[in-house]
């Protein structure tokens, strides 16, 4: 078996040198460089040998090889075709790793899951490309995609923003989308010269642990367009925000906002889930649309 150089910056340059291989900046080729960084997100990930992987985006397997060690198996998603060669090199000692060739944005995940996966203890870790992130997330989260949990790194700002508790000037419509469906924790924060090459922005470790109970919802649809038009008008008040959002008359939304129990002139960051679920539910859809 190799040693586990591939997190050493001289292997991985020595070995994409002998691929030919060049970093894709569209397609947010940032590896790790730092086996630290690599082992703690193993343990945050709370990996263990019941467990089976997703990996999104392994590029040369460092994460990969890290949590084939821990888990019972990993399946790991790469758009990259140049990586395939590279990943069936470094990570040939490992009988308990998959690579599928694909985007992890179209593939059908559920038969994804179905084909590869046995048991029902599945959890996600992810070194994300950034612009990306929300669209991932989005995905697995909508599609209520059966796992445990969902261990991603992502800028540092998008952490907070996804982890944020109302009154927090980074609470918003993700804090909102993503505190839904998970309980949200920043579990590490990552400087920029763990990578090769160096992002421009500084990362953190979230996981999204997700809820066996959810909020009670009258109409999920409602619920996130409520919030989405919430948000979209930051400075102004509930009111003012739903009214402009929503296409609405005043005097309507005012009706909803009073039988809710909520000042229309309070403003969006302040209100929880629970006060967001009670106003969306005395929307008839009719008004929505
Ligand atoms: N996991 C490796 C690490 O930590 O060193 C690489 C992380 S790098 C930030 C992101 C990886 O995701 C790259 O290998 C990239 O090619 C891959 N990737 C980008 N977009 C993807 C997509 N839509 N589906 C699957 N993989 C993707």
Avoid: W
């Avoid at 559920?110 to 989005?138: D, G, H, M, R």
């Avoid at 944020?164 to 980074?170: L, Q």
């Avoid at 989308?177 to 500084?202: G, S, W």
């Amino acid at each position: 078996m190799n040693e586990k150089r591939l997190y050493s910056p001289s292997y991985i340059k020595e070995i994409i040198d002998s691929y030919g291989f060049r970093f894709s900046k569209s397609l947010g080729q940032n590896f790790l460089i730092d086996g630290n960084i690599v082992r703690k997100i193993c343990e945050e990930g709370q990996i263990t040998k019941d467990d089976e992987v997703l990996e999104i985006g392994p590029g040369i397997g460092t994460l990969t090889e890290e949590l084939a060690l821990r888990a019972r198996k990993v399946v790991a998603v790469e758009i990259d075709k140049t990586l395939l060669p590279i990943l069936g090199e470094t990570l040939t000692d490992y009988d308990n790793i998959e690579i599928v060739h694909g985007d992890i944005l179209k593939l059908d995940l559920q038969e994804l899951f179905k084909e590869k996966f046995e048991s029902k203890s599945i959890k996600v870790v992810a070194n994300l490309p950034y612009y990306i992130t929300t669209p991932i997330i989005s995905r697995f989260l909508e599609e209520e995609i059966d796992v445990d949990s969902i261990l991603v790194m992502v800028q540092k700002e998008v952490a907070e923003r996804m982890g944020a508790s109302p009154g927090s000037k980074d609470y918003g419509s993700l804090s909102v989308f993503v505190q839904y469906y998970t309980e949200p924790e920043i579990v590490l924060t990552v400087p920029k010269n763990v990578f090769m090459p160096r992002p421009n922005v500084d990362s953190a470790v979230i996981r999204l642990k997700m809820r066996k109970e959810k909020i009670a919802l009258k109409d999920k649809d409602i619920f996130f367009k409520v919030v989405k038009a919430a948000f979209s008008k930051r400075r102004k008040t509930i009111l003012n925000s739903l009214s402009q959002g929503l296409n609405m008359e005043k005097e309507k939304i005012r009706e909803i906002l009073e039988k809710a129990g909520i000042s229309p002139t309070e403003r969006a960051e302040n209100l929880n889930i629970e006060e967001f679920s009670k106003i969306s539910s005395l929307f008839p859809p009719f008004n929505i649309y």
